[in-house]
């Protein structure tokens, strides 16, 4: 006979990012509670809250890590655009660039401020889709 446990097919395998956040959350409290005294009452209200704080971590985990992923894109994003933007102005201040040249340039530069509208329409239709 086979002793081996197959996965069980109710749980899929996926990311388990949040599992780590809230274990890592979790061993944080203990280590902080192992460093206080004793006599202290915070060491055991601390080590009594940890599941309860390890719970909660990985469920405020699961449900805000898509939005401050995106976050953190939009925030790189909009200083990726402002610097193209800023390059372009430079562009066509400069009288050694010819216009047709230059309205080619204005055209990227409605193209990039255009691109930060259809970035929040793909995330809203991709959050209100599921």
């Given at each position: ?42 060491k ?16 405020i ?15 790189c ?8 933007i ?6 066509l201040?400069d ?36």
């Open positions: 006979m086979n002793n081996v446990n197959p996965q069980p097919a109710s749980r899929p395998q996926q990311n388990n990012i949040e599992d780590i956040a809230g274990g890592g959350g979790g061993m944080i409290l203990v280590s902080l509670a192992q460093n206080i005294s004793d006599d202290n009452i915070l055991s209200w601390l080590l009594i809250l940890t599941p309860a704080f390890t719970l909660f971590l990985r469920y985990w699961r449900h805000a890590s898509a939005e401050a992923v995106f976050l953190i894109k939009e925030v994003a909009y200083f990726n655009r402002r610097k193209l800023r390059g372009i102005d430079s562009l201040r009288d050694t660039i010819s216009e047709p040249q230059k309205h080619k340039f204005r055209i990227e530069r409605e193209r990039i401020k255009l691109s930060a509208i259809e970035a929040l329409l793909k995330h809203y239709e991709k959050n209100n889709s599921s």
